[in-house]
T-cell receptor, first 114, second 111 residues
Framework: DVKVTQSSRYLVKRTGEKVFLECVQDMDHENMFWYRQDPGLGLRLIYFSYDVKMKEKGDIPEGYSVSREKKERFSLILESASTNQTSMYLC?????????????FGPGTRLTVT | GQNIDQPTEMTATEGAIVQINCTYQTSGFNGLFWYQQHAGEAPTFLSYNVLDGLEEKGRFSSFLSRSKGYSYLLLKELQMKDSASYLCAVGFYNQGGKLIFGQGTELSVKP
């Protein structure tokens, strides 16, 4: 079974804090993704990575950065957290194989910024 | 951008059949995905269409028509546990495998 784990299920941070969300997958997947999910807006892609040290902006990268130093780990960084970044954050991974690139999701981190 | 439209909510009866539609205005995608998401849980992969036509997987089937710009997910013999959100997404294999999701359809199955 594919396993994608995220460092925390729930996190509460203060405005202005630097926040790290960690994601680890154990299936040797090439691709990794960070989304946020908000009511009425669905899943929105923040950043993704198709290889170690590679990163690509998604649809809403502003206020976020990412790091992928190892294949199995993809970190999302909020440099200075703001209240509008309160959300559910979901990490996912997939293989680089055409016709088999369905994404597998972690359990999510519910971040509250106060 | 890619507009992907799904109905916000649907209600159906246990044992019935329900069809959840997804229309899109995009091009260049490689495949269309359907995911299921129960409340408070992560999305899980249901099905994937590359070519036009029907893909069947047990009680779940998914259909794609590229010329008409739409897909649907068909759920047969509905069970109470099928109450969930169903997400449609277009996939771009040549862009790092990224998926662009619709807002999802909240399905309620009633006894």
């Amino acid at each position: 079974d594919v396993k994608v784990t995220q460092s925390s299920r729930y996190l509460v941070k203060r405005t202005g804090e630097k926040v790290f969300l960690e994601c680890v997958q154990d299936m040797d997947h090439e691709n990794m993704f960070w989304y946020r999910q908000d009511p009425g807006l669905g899943l929105r892609l923040i950043y993704f990575s198709y290889d170690v040290k590679m990163k690509e902006k998604g649809d809403i990268p502003e206020g976020y950065s990412v790091s992928r130093e190892k294949k199995e780990r993809f970190s999302l960084i909020l440099e200075s957290a703001s209240t509008n970044q309160t959300s559910m954050y979901l990490c996912a991974s997939s293989t680089g194989t055409e016709n088999h690139y369905e994404q597998y999701f972690g359990p999510g981190t519910r971040l509250t910024v106060t | 951008g890619q507009n992907i439209d799904q109905p916000t909510e649907m209600t159906a009866t246990e044992g019935a059949i329900v069809q959840i539609n997804c229309t899109y205005q995009t091009s260049g995608f490689n495949g269309l995905f359907w995911y299921q998401q129960h409340a408070g849980e992560a999305p899980t992969f249901l099905s994937y269409n590359v070519l036009d036509g029907l893909e069947e997987k047990g009680r779940f089937s998914s259909f794609l028509s590229r010329s008409k710009g739409y897909s649907y997910l068909l759920l047969k013999e509905l069970q109470m546990k099928d109450s969930a959100s169903y997400l449609c997404a277009v996939g771009f294999y040549n862009q790092g495998g990224k998926l662009i999701f619709g807002q999802g359809t909240e399905l309620s199955v009633k006894p």
